[in-house]
């Protein structure tokens, strides 16, 4: 247990729905971030939030929405994702977003695109 | 921009073997170079970290990494493993003033036979 969850933990989900993952951390870290983790291919940072504040969007499509109402929370709006989309999503936190900050990771949501 | 390479994308070893996985990254400037671990059903969780200072790293559970800047490497060593080793190992990596942007090299699946 790292201080940082995700629901749901798994997610089905056609293409033309809307669906929107959750973060909460614990830990009371001013930083979070979303990572996509597909099979074969690297961790991917998406986005980073910095005192609710965006600091980097990492090239994502515009059917991922991210929202941060506060620094213990944050959510990935979906919406007409495609299969290619299906992955695990990742949440972390860190207590600033400086380079030298440990990141603690969630246990990810299971998302599945029909 | 940053990358990162493991090159050994599945490791089988047996009890007491010695472990060593490759990690190299390209990146102009300071680095400060993570390693991650994701036992099975697990959260990734940080294994060892280096931002400057002795370059040889020592982390938890008996792993240690060296930072050869001349090589860009952080290789991940233990001088004998164990069964509960078994986990997906990540090398990550992100510039001195990049902000907390990680970059994660693909992993390494290690399975220790009892």
């Known amino acids: 247990e790292t201080g940082v969850t995700q629901t749901p933990r798994h997610l089905v989900m056609g293409m033309t729905n809307k669906k929107s993952l959750k973060c909460e951390q614990h830990l009371g870290h001013n930083a979070m971030y979303w990572y996509k983790q597909s099979a074969k291919k690297p961790l991917e940072l998406m986005f980073v939030?910095?005192?609710?504040?965006?600091?980097e969007n990492n090239s994502v499509p515009s059917r991922f929405s991210p929202e941060c109402p506060n620094s213990s929370h944050l959510f990935l709006h979906l919406h007409t994702l495609q299969p290619e989309d299906s992955a695990l999503y990742l949440c972390a936190s860190s207590p600033r977003d400086e380079s030298n900050n440990e990141q603690f990771f969630g246990p990810g949501t299971r998302l599945t695109v029909l | 921009a940053q990358s990162v390479s493991q090159h050994n994308h599945h490791v089988i070893l047996s009890e007491a073997a010695s472990l060593e996985l490759g990690c190299n990254y390209s990146y102009g400037g300071t680095v400060n170079l993570f390693w991650y671990v994701q036992y099975p059903g697990q959260h990734l969780q940080l294994l060892l970290k280096y931002f400057s200072g002795d370059p040889l790293v020592k982390g938890i559970k008996g792993f240690e990494a060296e930072f050869i800047k001349s090589k860009f490497s952080f290789n991940l060593r233990k001088p004998s493993v164990q069964w509960s080793d078994t986990a997906e190992y990540f090398c990550?990596?992100?510039?001195?003033?990049?902000?907390?942007?990680?970059?994660f090299g693909g992993g390494t699946r290690l399975m220790v036979k009892p």
């Open positions: 990550a990596v992100n510039g001195w003033n990049a902000g907390n942007m990680l970059t």
């Open positions: 939030y910095n005192f609710k504040e965006q600091t």
